[in-house]
């Protein structure tokens, strides 16, 4: 909402010295936002001149050399404006004067002196939609009879400034110049102007030719009136100004006269070319597709969602959002039916979404008050009798079902500080309310408060509370910590100790979008499940909400192999959506993937299968599920990883995860991957951790190994001499595992270290040699192994 | 004629050991005079030929010999033992100035670090973080905090409804619906004190904007709950996380959910709120959203609003990441490029 100084001061009266600047500010602190504020017109060194010589530039086919009084000297000037001539009165530049498109100084042009410029409208920096071709073509003429040496932004009437608020959703009261003058008038304790609504009317009743039928339920208020011989012309300079101010292009007298009434008022109005209306007027829900061509020339196809101004014949208008072609006040339109109507602000939201966003329909949906929509209706009278010699029927076609009674709240000033938390007196508080146009009636033990009918957002005493609160001052509320009970304060210790634990292998976290392509959605998993798309999405590759979080990392390391960058070892920890049975799941996930280098030491090592589950065996031995979990080859494996170095993650007999490359067909790197569900890993709790008393005597260690061929699995040795090593043996671990050179092709040597202990006594050599050597020659025959040389 | 003898071996002993130049020729003096036949030793065998009554001052007298050989003995062993470790030492001199080893440190992403020091500042005072879903219900999201289905301020959120679920389902476009979660779940209907950090989705994408970004709300429920509470309390959070010198400023502001509702400016933390192109000259930069709860808001959620009052605030985390650690477009935050990432490994300055 742009607000004209000069408009609102018509019902306010505002300090002259009082900077626009600290207007705005002013506003914002009772909450209402403001984009900018300033002069209309940001030039500076403009006066009005008059063009005594204009004779052609002896170098020049198009420039005038013009001699031109400005009021206490003549200057020479040299212009290239084709309608420059001697006798206009015209806008002087001075030298030093600032304008949008530079500073003009004094200087030689084609070797003849000029010390300014004279000016178009075009150079005043005014928007594009503000000016007509002779704007841009020529120099402006103002009317002769302008003196000679004033202010030329004066002169033109535009010296107005203007603030640009950005209002809050709530305030549709402030789409008005007579709701901005509440605002003011509260802040700097001035009353608002009343609004003249005076006219004449003649002794014909328009209920005995027109009619209106309200067919639908979303129009509580329908007002129409008529006035008669209407003269088309230009508006007098101030309306014009005025709507430029607030950013609306002006038109003609009689379709400016609707916006500066909607402007003054909030009530968006339409006026009908009275004889293309015909004599009945209908409210009512649109067709389904039935079509309306609109003022702006487009046709447009309606739903019944919509509500259309209909003659018995056609809808003539698409209520509080357009107006149609068909009744259009053109040129020679005499007579006018002027509409004030309430529509419902739900459906005009819904259509002008739809169709387009406009003045009228923005103020539509944010609600209006029944009041005004009498009021501007008596307005328009006014300024259309005053300034388009407009004859005003008698009457007023009136349907109005909303039987709109005063708001009354009861509200205490104990209440007031106890919400606001500050001690204002109960005399403040009227008085705060009274300038904002509440009627204030002190009872026993409370005040009983008249919400003034503008006011559709106040409902309850909070809303009062607000008021009070925002023109006390929100930020005049002294700060102090609220008095609670002692409690502990909590969050997800293990959730925050894995992404700490993941940075601490080496990961770089990353954040990545939710939103994924659809085709991706079922990739890096075999499981089933039903996909989430979205209904409108912004573009495709982001339409569909990711289940495994893998197609992301992927993704992020394709990105940044394109940057030269492929030592990438990254996590991220996010929700994967899915839906079942009818109900939208979702389930926090852990992703890995690496690749390229790990160990960025002089000594690099290359990522591999060993690497990543080096992470998942950490991550989970510091989960506490030592012993617990394995990794496991089965029929869960993906296809986007690779069948030889892939395994399903088992933890206590269940699948909560996969490990391995990726497949050369989704990334040709050796790119490695996992991910595990953590809702499932983060519900089986972490073994206690207790104390084991520190063996008194000493153990012994043994280590022994083997030959075996290259299919047999180390995991599978290592766990049978766990089991059959008897309660002496306490640990064992591979040591080495070796590949090459006096070793068959097919075969590779495992050693293993084997540590025995008993907790109170020594032990001797015979004993643990024997557990020792039955495991040698178990494991020989089981795994077909052939020990090598101690 | 002994005391002579004694005498040329201890004038002897002081050439000899001035002589020796490693420890290998201290061992074979040590023989020369201490060993079994060596010099010293074989004086005991002028005993016999020492009257009785001269025997126990020969005793003395070489008992004194072999203290001075070992007194010398030991000081030559020790200064060439000590050569010895010193040029050992010299020659393992190694070249400090060659990098350590790495170990490789990963790092945390900025929107973790950011969530973290949010949840840790609250929840010292006494909040629980509390996460709700992701896809909410248009109930959760919108109707429970008081903005009916075609109320106007539902513009300000353009959703991502999902497929087929206009108006039904969503993912959320505001971290508030987690309070509606934690008020009805909140069985005793009493008081509360919660966090909730999350991500949300909005259909919004450029420099300041992405579609996807992170909130964070908090709520706090109890009786005798004021805007003076609430000021407070965004005062000594937002000088824990912007810096000691900042200034709050509230101004009021509309959000359905609450009633008054606020605006939260803070002095800009680059100028100090002389005027900046951060704070487009203002002096101050709008970072949180805040309010007491609406009556209408507590009673949906099954709170008597005549015995129990609340405020609220939200804001957006990606902002104060983006503050914080000068990050200019919010795409970076989201681009992943491992370049980024690794910035963000190590400790920040407290």
Avoid at chain 1, 268 to 278: F, N, T
């Amino acid at each position: 909402m742009k607000l004209s100084r000069k408009f609102v001061s018509d019902y306010i009266d505002l300090d002259k010295d009082l900077d626009i600047n600290k207007i705005a500010a002013d506003m914002t602190n009772i909450g209402n936002e403001y984009e900018s504020a300033g002069p209309l017109i940001n030039c500076t060194n403009l006066v009005v001149g008059e063009v005594l010589e204009c004779v052609m530039h002896p170098d020049s086919d198009h420039l005038h050399v013009c001699k031109v009084n400005v009021g206490n000297e003549v200057l020479n000037i040299v212009c290239g404006a084709p309608n420059v001539r001697v006798g206009l009165k015209v806008i002087v530049a001075l030298p030093g004067a600032k304008l949008p498109g530079g500073e003009i100084k004094k200087g030689l042009i084609r070797g003849v002196e000029s010390n300014g410029m004279l000016c178009s409208k075009a150079e005043l920096g005014l928007d594009n939609k503000f000016l007509e071709d002779k704007d841009r073509d020529g120099i402006h003429e103002l009317p002769l009879d302008t003196e000679v040496g004033i202010d030329a932004i004066k002169a033109l009437g535009l010296d107005d400034e203007v603030i640009d608020f950005e209002l809050t959703s709530n305030r549709g009261d402030l789409l008005s110049i007579l709701g901005m003058a509440y605002e003011l008038g509260a802040i700097y304790k001035k009353k608002v102007k009343d609004i003249d609504l005076s006219h004449q009317e003649n002794n014909e009743d328009i209920n005995k030719e027109f009619k209106v039928e309200i067919q639908t339920s979303s129009c509580p208020l329908f007002l129409a009136k008529k006035v008669k011989n209407v003269v088309i012309k230009e508006s007098p300079e101030f309306i014009k100004n005025r709507l430029i101010a607030s950013g609306i292009r002006p038109i003609n007298n009689v379709v400016d006269i609707s916006n500066y009434v909607m402007l003054e008022t909030g009530q968006p109005l339409h006026y009908y070319d009275a004889k293309s209306l015909g004599d009945t007027l209908i409210v009512r829900n649109a067709l389904d597709n039935e079509e309306l061509t609109t003022l702006d020339g487009i046709k447009r196809c309606l739903s019944s969602e919509d509500i259309v101004i209909s003659s018995p014949k056609e809808a003539v208008g698409l209520a509080g959002v357009m107006g149609g072609l068909s009744t259009e006040v053109e040129e020679d339109t005499k007579d006018i039916i002027i509409e004030s109507a309430i529509f419902d602000n739900v459906k005009i939201r819904k259509t002008s979404k739809k169709v387009l966003r406009s003045e009228a329909s923005n103020r539509f949906e944010k609600g209006l008050d029944p009041k005004r929509t009498y009021m501007a209706i008596e307005r328009s009278c006014h300024l259309l009798e005053k300034y388009a010699d407009a004859t005003v029927v008698g009457g007023m076609v009136t349907y109005d079902k909303l039987n709109v009674q005063d708001k009354v709240i009861n509200i205490t000033c104990d209440k007031i500080n106890k919400i606001l938390g500050i001690t204002i007196l109960e005399k403040d508080v009227i008085s705060i309310l009274e300038s904002l146009g509440f009627t204030v009636k002190k009872n026993k033990d409370s005040l009983e408060v008249t919400v003034p009918s503008r006011r559709i957002d106040i409902s309850i005493e909070e809303d009062l509370v607000e008021e009070v609160g925002r023109i006390y001052g929100m930020d005049n509320i002294k700060g102090k910590l609220p008095i609670l009970e002692v409690v502990l304060g909590k969050y997800n210790h293990t959730k925050r100790e894995i992404r700490h634990k993941m940075a601490e292998f080496g990961l770089n976290e990353t954040y990545s979008y939710t939103l994924i392509p659809k085709e991706e959605v079922h990739k890096f998993t075999t499981d089933n499940f039903e996909s989430i798309l979205v209904a409108d999405p912004m573009s495709e590759d982001r339409n569909t909400l990711r289940y495994s979080l893998l197609y992301s990392l992927k993704e992020i390391y394709l990105y940044n192999k394109a940057r030269n960058q492929s030592d990438i070892s990254i996590f991220e920890m996010a929700k994967g959506f899915y839906k079942e049975d009818n109900e939208y799941k979702e389930t926090l996930k852990l992703a890995v993937l690496m690749s390229g280098n790990y160990y960025l030491d002089i000594h690099k090592k290359k990522v591999d299968f060993y690497t990543i589950k080096g992470i998942l065996e950490e991550l989970f031995n510091y989960l506490g599920f030592e012993g617990r979990y394995e990794v496991k080859v089965d029929n869960n494996i993906p296809k986007e990883f690779h069948p030889g170095q892939s395994a399903s993650i088992i933890l206590q007999n269940e699948l909560v995860g996969v490990i391995g490359k990726l497949h050369p067909n989704v990334v040709k790197d050796d790119v490695y991957a996992l991910e595990i569900n953590l809702d499932k890993v983060l519900s089986i709790h972490s073994k206690k951790m207790s104390y084991k008393d520190i063996p008194k005597f000493p153990g012994m260690e043994k280590d022994m190994a083997f030959v075996v061929k290259k299919d047999v699995s180390c995991g599978d040795i290592i766990t049978y001499i766990k089991k059959n090593g008897g309660k002496l043996l306490t640990d064992v671990e591979l040591f080495d595992i070796y590949e090459g050179p006096n070793v068959k092709d097919d075969e590779k040597s495992l050693a293993f270290h084997l540590t025995f202990q008993e907790q109170n006594r020594t032990l001797t050599e015979e004993e643990v040699m024997e557990v020792f050597n039955n495991l040698i020659k178990n494991i020989e025959s089981k795994f077909n192994a052939i020990l090598r040389d101690k | 004629m002994y005391k002579d003898k004694i005498e040329e071996i201890k004038k002897e002993l002081q050439e000899v050991f001035k002589n020796i130049n490693n420890l290998n020729e201290l061992e074979n003096i040590k023989v020369e005079y201490m060993g079994k036949n060596g010099k010293i030793s074989l004086l005991n065998q002028m005993i016999k030929d020492i009257p009785n009554e001269e025997k126990r001052e020969f005793g003395i007298l070489v008992n004194e010999l072999r203290s001075l050989f070992s007194e010398e003995y030991d000081t030559a062993k020790n200064n060439f033992e000590e050569q010895e470790l010193n040029q050992k030492l010299a020659s393992e001199k190694i070249d400090i100035t060659l990098p350590g080893r790495k170990i490789k440190r990963g790092s945390l992403h900025p929107m973790t670090r950011i969530t973290e020091e949010f949840e840790d500042i609250f929840v010292s005072m006494g909040y629980t973080v509390y996460e709700g879903p992701e896809i909410e219900s248009d109930e959760n999201c919108f109707q429970k905090l008081n903005l009916p289905k075609g109320h106007p301020a539902r513009d300000a959120q353009d959703s991502f409804y999902l497929d087929g679920e206009y108006e039904n389902y969503l993912l959320r476009s505001q971290t508030s619906t987690a309070q509606v979660r934690a008020m009805e779940e909140c069985t005793a209907k009493g008081p509360l004190r919660i966090v909730c950090p999350g991500k949300v989705y909005r259909r919004d994408e450029d420099a300041t904007h992405s579609h996807q970004f992170m909130q964070i709300e908090g709520l706090v429920i109890d009786e005798n709950i004021s805007m003076a509470d609430l000021k407070g309390t965004l005062e000594l959070f937002c000088k824990k996380i912007l810096g000691e010198k900042t200034n709050v400023r509230f101004r009021p502001s509309y959000f359905p959910f609450t009633e008054p509702s606020v605006e939260v400016d803070v002095s800009c933390f680059k100028c100090n709120g002389k005027g900046c192109s951060l704070c487009k000259q203002t002096g101050w930069i709008e970072v949180l959203g805040a309010g007491m709860v609406h009556p209408n808001v507590l009673e949906m959620s099954g709170y008597d609003s005549k015995k129990y009052q609340g405020f609220a605030f939200g804001t957006g985390m990606d902002r104060f990441a983006m503050f914080k650690y000068g990050i200019p477009d919010i795409r970076t935050i989201y681009g992943n490029d491992i370049r980024f990432l690794k910035q963000f490994d190590r400790k920040d300055e407290e």
